[in-house]
């Protein structure tokens, strides 16, 4: 009817009883739940924070604490692009990758692990039945890509990606842009807080979770950190499955004339080096680290430095400079002193080493020769540890004191390193070794010496001890190296861990210990520490109090009077639509006082006394008055969600790019191209967001180019899901609490 029409009709009237003014139109929805059981109360709360599982069938061949890290790998995928399995060393991770990949649709699927671990994933894959593309952190580091379009990519390993100053990770970034990726690792944060949002970033988008509260993925210290949980992924039954670590330190007797390489250190220290400082710390870090490891790693580290003195001095002829790569061979490749890396001069520029040192070298390595055959205290060490004949795993940082150890222990023993194994002088497949250190290997060697080439992915349960004979630069390679040998599937109940503390004079110079323990912090610092992880408490819940559920309210009998009061953010579809999808889970304790506590120990706290009280009754009106003082908190996570639709990008290039497309979008719209139209719109709908890293780079790359190029790259984006236009909380579950009847 048009509003002419009224003319010859009386006007609509709005009829009611009585109409009445509310302060808070939310609180007309918020509604307690029917009286429940306490119980069933605390797990609808608990349930309600859990981050979401996907419901598809899984493989019967998963262990039963496998599943749900699995059905939440699944939904992070599918909602998100994209997981963090981050379970803990010997959990079976690959297994769970390997069960995530049999449920994906879209194939092929393209694993990306170290190239040692090649042979252990293509069995795995084989038994279980799954189709893999393999692909090695080596090709990816030499720019070599995967020559097929994944439905899905595996990252094992995934700390390795962990910076984008590394070239493996810029060409991983390139080769995701579109790809959805699972990303394996036990230990995401390494050295920094930043190494678990660059990995993240690969395959999420920044703002993936901002109608949680989290506007970035790299807010440490944030309270919205605990949003993680629905892309990280921990585990939370299998931890007591595996063998328990007895660790112990071995460190030189005061007495000890020094372990060997020790009495060489005031030689050492008299070598210059290099005038730049950042080259001076790494050849002398790896000098150090030699030294410490043994006398024939120092004699190698040495010739090393040799070799570069003299490719130094022809350099210096023909009036250019040593390289990058020159340099790096003679400071080691360890992994953790890759942060000096960037203040070393690249290749067009000048570097001076101290050519004079050669006049020293010779004498310094007929020394290091001399040391190798007389009595070394560290050795001794070894020698007395490995008397019980019990299995062992010996890990050490250079390639030549694996030769040492071999030639000077009596009895034969495994070795391994990244190019070559035996036992004794017989040189064996490394493959056909490593598995007499297997789980279902009875007998074989009892000691196995070897390099980090297998402190990563390998089984070698058949282990009951670890010897760190040379210490790494980070508490990461620690835990990599135990969880060869704690994992599920050992034969013990314990294994000895056994670290050897470098002599007091290398320590006072490399500071080996403190950067251990610096590392060790990292994950702290992060948010991220072992079994304190801020997203993992809502999982835990879920595991603590699990049975049936009630959306309802209980009253347990406590000294303090307040409610723990539990809700979901779900957003409808609208239209009418009454499917529903839940955005945030929260939970809050709201005390008498009204003052409102969302920490995770106010909140697990309460649940736990709640699933132990005895049960009180409810005062009439006391749900209502506690939704009233929640009331406004729960407004202010619906308008939080609200405004996620609203970010807005910080990125430059995608700006610039953004800025082009509204020009083509005017130019399209006078030529009435309806779909190059729609091609911009959904582009720009992209780019008004965050990217993942590729993505970034992609923008980067075709912000200049023309208008067919520029539109081809942009639909290679995939779209941003949308955020349902309705919004509404619904009530979980409320517990009140006060003094018993």
């Known amino acids: ?89 010997g959990s079976g991770k690959t297994y769970m990758a390997l069960a995530v990949a049999a449920a994906w649709p879209a194939g092929p699927i393209v694993c990306v692990i170290p190239a040692a671990l090649d042979a252990q994933w293509a069995d795995a894959a084989r038994r279980k039945g799954v189709e893999l593309v393999p692909w090695s952190h080596e090709r990816l580091s030499r720019g070599r890509l995967p020559p097929v379009r994944a439905g899905l990519v595996i990252v094992d390993e995934s700390h390795h990606f962990r910076h984008p100053s590394i070239a493996r990770y810029r060409h991983l970034a390139d080769y995701l842009v579109g790809c959805p990726a699972l990303l394996l690792s036990a230990t995401p944060v390494v050295n920094r807080p930043e190494d678990l949002a660059h990995q993240l970033r690969l395959t999420v988008r920044d703002d993936a979770l901002a109608a949680d509260g989290l506007t970035s993925l790299d807010a440490p210290g944030s309270p919205a950190q605990a949003a993680l949980g629905a892309i990280v992924i ?74 570069l003195l003299r490719h130094a001095a022809d350099a210096r002829a023909a009036g250019r400079a040593p390289s990058r790569a020159a340099i790096r061979r ?33 004498a310094l390595i007929a020394t290091a020769i001399r040391l190798s055959d007389q009595p070394d205290p560290k050795l001794d060490r070894l020698r007395a540890l490995m008397a019980d004949q019990r299995p062992t795993i010996v890990f050490t940082a250079a390639v030549d004191t694996v030769a040492y150890l071999r030639r000077r222990l009596t009895a034969p023993v495994a070795w391994c390193t990244g190019a070559r194994a035996g036992i004794g002088r017989v040189p064996l497949a490394r493959a056909a070794l490593l598995r007499t250190f297997a789980p279902t290997a009875t007998d074989g060697p009892r000691v196995l010496i070897t390099t980090d080439v297998a402190a990563e992915g390998l089984d070698l349960q058949r282990a009951a001890r670890v010897v760190h004979y040379d210490l790494p630069w980070t508490s990461t390679r620690l835990d990599q190296r135990e969880g060869r040998a704690v994992r599920l599937g050992s034969s013990h109940r314990e294994v000895d861990v056994i670290r050897f503390d470098p002599p007091a004079g290398i320590e006072r ?61 779900e957003g409808l579809s609208g239209e009418g639509s009454a499917e529903a999808r839940t955005l945030v889970g929260a939970a809050a304790w709201v005390g008498a006082d009204g003052i409102v506590d969302a920490s995770p120990p106010a909140v697990a706290g309460r649940l736990e006394h709640a699933s132990r009280a005895a049960r009180r009754t409810a005062a009439p009106g006391e749900a209502a008055a506690a939704l009233d003082l929640m ?34 979008a005017a130019d399209a719209a006078r030529r009435r191209d309806s779909r190059t139209l729609a091609r911009i719109e959904r582009a720009l709908a992209i780019l008004s967001g965050a990217l993942t890293a590729g993505e970034a780079r992609l923008i980067q790359r075709v912000a200049a180019a023309g208008e067919g190029a520029l539109l081809e790259a942009l639909d290679r984006l995939p779209g941003a899901a949308p955020l349902p236009p309705v919004l509404e909380a619904r009530v979980t579950g409320i517990l009140l609490f006060g003094p018993a009847d």
């Open 234 to 307: 921990t585990d939370t039954l299998c931890r007591d499955d595996r063998p328990v670590r007895r660790r112990r330190r071995s460190a030189p007797e005061p007495d000890d004339a020094g372990d060997a390489g020790d009495a060489l250190l005031p030689e050492l220290d008299t070598l210059a080096l290099s005038r730049e400082r950042s080259v001076a710390m790494l050849i002398r870090g790896g000098l150090l680290q030699a030294a410490a490891s043994s006398p024939a790693a120092l004699a190698a580290a040495l010739r090393r430095y040799r070799a």
């Open 631 to 664: 009331s406004p908190g729960i407004g202010v996570m619906i308008r939080q969600a609200q405004r996620a639709r609203w970010t807005c990008t910080t990125d430059a290039a995608a700006r610039d790019v953004t800025r082009r497309l509204r020009s083509l």
């Open 509 to 569: 110079r490399l500071r080996r210990l403190a950067a251990i323990a610096a590392s060790a912090s990292a994950p702290g610092h992060a948010g991220v520490a072992a079994g304190d992880e801020p997203w993992r408490w809502r999982e835990d819940l879920t595991s603590r109090f699990p049975g049936p559920a009630a959306a309802g309210t209980a009253a347990v009998a406590a000294t303090e009077r307040g409610a723990l009061i539990g809700w979901v953010i």
């Open 330 to 362: 003679c400071a080691g490749r360890d992994g953790g002193q890759l942060v000096l890396w960037s203040l070393v001069a690249d290749e067009t520029e000048r570097t001076e080493l101290a050519i004079d040192d050669l006049d020293r070298l010779d």
């Open 1 to 89: 009817m048009t509003a002419a029409s009224w003319a010859t009709f009386s006007p609509p009237a709005i009829v009611a009883e009585a109409l009445v003014a509310v302060d808070d139109a939310l609180r007309t929805s918020l509604r307690p739940g029917p009286a429940a059981a306490a119980a069933a109360v605390v797990a609808g709360i608990a349930a309600g924070l859990a981050p979401p599982a996907a419901p598809d069938p899984l493989p019967a061949w998963l262990r039963p604490e496998q599943r749900r890290p699995v059905a939440r790998a699944l939904a992070s995928l599918r909602l998100h692009r994209g997981a963090l399995l981050a379970c803990h060393t």
